[in-house]
């Protein structure tokens, strides 16, 4: 569900921390989470954020279907 208005800043809450990907020497890392965006329901969400997680790079979210076909891509390419 799109912002009704563009100027209030985007709510989101980490649920859940699941895993750090990568770490970069200024203290970022790429991490996967379940995160809640303007109050709606948890989605997988792999981004980059600042150590204080009060900062974050652009990112891609998954819901659980999405999620789960990932999941199902990377084991049958034997990843």
């Not at 209030?8 to 990907?21: A, H, R, T, Y």
């Amino acid at each position: 569900m799109a912002r009704q208005n563009k100027s209030e800043p985007i709510k989101f809450k980490i649920e859940e921390s699941i895993g750090v990907l990568s770490s970069s020497t200024n203290g970022w890392q790429k991490e996967l989470n379940l995160v809640s965006w303007n109050d709606q329901p948890p989605k997988f969400d792999i981004r980059s954020w600042s150590p204080d997680h009060l900062k974050m790079g652009k990112g891609i979210t998954f819901s659980n279907d999405e999620m789960n076909a990932l999941k199902e891509i990377i084991q049958n390419a034997g990843l």
